[in-house]
């Protein structure tokens, strides 16, 4: 099984707090994605970074969040002023080089903010 | 962008019971396809993959059937059983993306 790493599994901030994930994608995978998921339905990309360079992500990730692959095996998703809409579960995915393979998923990180 | 609709969002199938859930797409250049199962408290466990109209049977009992014509990517649950209780989300891959747009799920329930 496609053993992609998540940490911490639970994260409770308050709001204006700084928070930060991180994701350890699978042995030679090349990419990196992020989404968020709300009341275990919506799933939303967030960012996607190929050989640690990100190359696509959503307007509210380059207003308010930080996202970084420092290596090929790590990478952390952070946001800088914690919102109570940013309560939700976020799902790091990791993938071969070949864009038609598909993406496996860490156990994600459940964000709380109060 | 890309948008999927998925539907039933709830679905009760009787233990042994067939069920298919059906999502709709609207880009026609979209060619790879997922299924996704995700359990209470868990991550997404890959289900199925399509790349081509054609009907894949794979694993315990799904069947995922393809329709580029209708842009429509189904699956189909055969004999179900209660391990098959979970919420499942079909995702589509676009031509210029690289990230999946999902559907928003189906909570599938098996009872005895």
């Known amino acids: 099984d496609a053993a992609v790493t998540q940490k911490p599994r639970y994260l409770i901030k308050m709001k204006g707090q700084e928070a930060e994930m991180k994701c350890i994608p699978e042995?030679?995978?090349?990419?990196v994605f992020w989404y968020q998921q709300k009341q275990s339905k919506e799933l939303k990309f967030l960012i996607y970074f190929q050989n640690q360079q990100p190359l696509d992500q959503i307007d509210m990730v380059k207003e308010r969040f930080s996202a970084v692959c420092p290596s090929s095996s790590l990478c952390s998703l952070g946001i800088r002023t914690c919102e109570a809409e940013d309560s939700a579960l976020y799902l790091c995915?990791?993938?071969?080089?070949?864009?038609?393979?598909?993406?496996?998923f860490g156990p994600g990180t459940r964000l709380t903010v109060l | 962008g890309e948008q999927v609709e998925q539907r039933p969002p709830h679905l009760s199938v009787r233990e042994g019971d067939s069920a298919v859930i059906i999502c709709t797409y609207t880009d026609p250049n979209s060619y790879y396809f997922f299924w996704y199962k995700q359990e209470p408290g868990a991550g997404l466990q890959l289900l199925m993959k399509v790349f081509s109209s054609t009907e894949i049977n794979e694993g315990q009992g799904f069947t995922v059937l393809l329709n580029k014509k209708d842009k429509q990517l189904s699956l189909n649950l055969t004999a179900a059983h209660p391990g098959d209780s979970a919420v499942y989300f079909c995702?589509?891959?676009?031509?210029?993306?690289?990230?999946?747009?999902f559907g928003l799920g189906t909570r599938v329930s098996v009872f005895p």
């Open positions: 995702a589509v891959r676009g031509h210029y993306a690289q990230g999946l747009t």
């Open positions: 995915s990791s993938r071969p080089g070949h864009p038609s393979y598909e993406q496996y």
């Open positions: 042995k030679g995978h090349t990419a």
